[in-house]
């Protein structure tokens, strides 16, 4: 039963649609057109002509054909409807990104593009992209991935067993260092669909096979006809591990030879199309530099702030330039209990086993010697590198890999069910 609040937008929609009266038609369109209804929000034409022009863009700069206007605008606007459905659902369910965040974020953006953030802003708005639409693209972006991570990734689990079978099952088949580059089509099917739809799916889906074998663009094909939420890049699936693949592809991709397009696969979401972009393989190697560390840290409290805490540190540091035993003093006074009864050692250390400020102070430290005062979240330290070797760590990386691949493929699989899920299930109107 659709509420008041949605009757309102039908009405308003049925305005803008010149079923209310000319009179109202003429001052509508000087607004805005409304475009489509979705659930108890709209899509107005500017919105959809501001991303249409920034997908055109990202075409021609990819070198792509662009497919024709009005298929490119179908395919925007339904991602649009795609990504409204998840901001309405983040919104319902509490997630925000804080300008905090949304700040930070463009900062490192900025950061990897080796400019500041002042300067990123201005190469944004000299390439014709208004930096407020750009902190608001963002801020869609970090709000459907927080979605996407409390509506699914919590659900995800990725067993030992599951790890250890398909390690032994990959090292069989020989394919733990090929990659594959990987283009994708789909042809979407909705759930309970009758036995018409499907064979109208799948007679569009071989259609498209026939003319893709004898020489038709893949990447406008996709752009042009796929369902799935890579279209508009092409269909491009970037390169994979086996790991990486939707299970229910696995099957063909490990057939497919360099620039084959598969015949059709059928999933639950409908029927797939794959063509193979590329082919490689990689050593397997991964070799780590794990450091023998020791320290002593003062944590802060309410009796000691952090200007007492690290002036206790630069006394403690003194004395040990004096000649006082650094494991000594670790026993006695450092806050760390764990491994103030080892004289502060913390053993051999990968990467990315402590905390950030640690492992970066630590790192430029020359095998004995001691550290400045360096503060983290738990206080401030005192950091000794005592030896540092090199470690085959390949088994390990590689279970860890397989790990969180299993992860990511498992999520892809089922944000691909849940996103059409919610595309079928809301209220929709298009006026396009």
Same mark, same amino acid.
Not at 356 to 384: C, R, Y
């Given at each position: ?6 009757? +309102? ?50 075409? =021609?700069? *990819? ?6 206007? *009005?298929? #490119? ?28 965040? #949304? ?6 953006? +900025? ?31 970090? /709000? ?37 580059? #990987? ?69 063909? /991709? ?24 590329? #082919? ?6 991964? /070799? ?11 944590? =802060? ?19 040990? =330039? ?32 402590? /905390? !950030? ?6 790192? !430029? ?68």
């Amino acid at each position: 039963m659709i509420n008041q609040k949605k009757i +309102a937008m039908l009405m308003l929609s049925a305005l803008f649609c010149g079923l209310l009266g000319s009179s109202f038609l003429v001052k509508a369109e000087q607004i805005d057109r409304i475009i489509a209804v979705v659930e108890d929000d709209v899509i107005l034409e500017g919105e959809l002509e501001r991303e249409v022009a920034t997908i055109r863009a990202r075409i =021609t700069e *990819s070198k792509a054909q662009l497919p024709p206007e *009005s298929i #490119l605008r179908r395919q925007v606007l339904e991602k649009m409807i795609v990504d409204k459905l998840q901001r309405q659902l983040a919104e319902k369910a509490g997630v925000n990104v804080s300008e905090e965040m #949304l700040n930070s974020s463009a900062a490192d953006i +900025a950061q990897r593009n080796n400019m500041s953030l002042e300067q990123f802003r201005t190469e944004l708005e000299s390439s014709g992209i208004s930096y407020k639409n750009f902190l608001d693209n963002m801020r869609n972006e970090i /709000v459907i991935n927080q979605l996407r991570s409390k509506e699914i990734g919590g659900r995800i689990k990725v067993s030992d067993s599951e790890v250890e079978h398909y390690m032994e099952t990959q090292e069989k088949a020989g394919e733990e260092a090929t990659q594959y580059h #990987l283009g994708h089509i789909l042809i979407a099917v909705k759930e309970g669909a009758a036995a018409s739809e499907i064979q109208k799916a799948q007679a569009k889906a071989n259609g498209l096979v026939k003319k893709l074998r004898a020489g038709q663009d893949f990447s406008q094909t996709a752009i042009s006809e796929s369902d799935d939420g890579n279209a508009l890049k092409g269909g491009d699936l970037g390169w994979r591990g086996i790991n990486d693949i939707p299970s229910q592809l696995v099957d063909d /991709v490990r057939q497919m030879r360099l620039n084959e397009v598969s015949d059709p696969i059928r999933s639950s979401g409908g029927f797939h199309i794959i063509k193979m972009l590329g #082919l490689k393989s990689d050593v397997d190697n991964h /070799v780590v530099s794990t450091t023998k560390v020791r320290h002593i840290l003062i944590k =802060t409290n309410e009796l000691i702030d952090d200007a007492e805490a690290k002036k206790r540190i630069l006394a403690l540091k003194a004395r040990i =330039t004096d000649g006082d035993d650094f494991a000594a003093l670790a026993r006695a006074h450092s806050d760390d209990k764990g491994s103030a009864l080892k004289g502060g050692e913390l053993g051999w250390v990968e990467p990315g086993s402590l /905390v !950030k400020p640690f492992e970066d102070a630590m790192a !430029k430290l020359t095998i004995n010697q001691i550290s400045e005062p360096v503060q983290s979240q738990f206080g401030w330290h005192l950091i000794q590198v005592l030896d540092r070797k090199n470690k085959d760590n390949a088994s390990e990386h590689k279970k860890n890999l397989v790990r969180e691949s299993i992860r990511k493929r498992k999520i892809e699989e089922e944000t691909e069910l849940w996103l059409r899920r919610l595309r079928d299930e809301a209220y929709v109107e298009i006026h396009e």
